[in-house]
């Protein structure tokens, strides 16, 4: 029976959850092709980074579900849950993948509104008359 490796990443306000499995590196998200998904090519390498690095790209098949957020998060999202679920499948990839940075998970969010401000850091104006 083939083992199916899950994992979950984020991204600002992105979620991706990944199932990865034995294949011949079908990639789809959300029950789309990847490169339907992502009309950037920059997107589509980001997402697939963690597979090229690792030279794996050809052994298995990744189906997505995204959530959440614009494009660019959601590819980091993706990205981190590829490479969460390669750590799984493949124990001795983690250095490589470490060494990348992909395991690291990108914690800069939008920084919320303060009561009395304008916005998160803006001011409203100030009149001294």
Not at 18 to 38: M, P, T
Not at 44 to 56: D, F, G, R
Not at 57 to 84: E, P
């Amino acid at each position: 029976m083939e083992e199916k490796y899950y994992a979950t990443g984020k991204r600002k306000t992105s979620v991706a959850r990944v199932w990865l499995q034995q294949g011949d590196g079908h990639i789809s998200v959300n029950k789309k092709a990847l490169s339907d998904y992502f009309a950037r090519d920059s997107h589509m390498c980001i997402a697939k980074e963690p597979l090229t690095i690792t030279n794996v790209i050809k052994r298995y098949d990744v189906f997505a579900t995204v959530k959440g957020g614009g494009h660019s998060g959601q590819a980091g999202a993706l990205m981190q849950a590829i490479t969460k679920a390669l750590v799984h499948s493949d124990p001795s990839l983690r250095l490589t993948l470490k060494r990348a940075g992909l395991l690291t998970r990108d914690s800069r969010i939008k920084e919320r509104k303060k009561y009395g401000q304008k916005g998160a850091r803006k001011r409203f104006q100030f009149s001294k008359r």
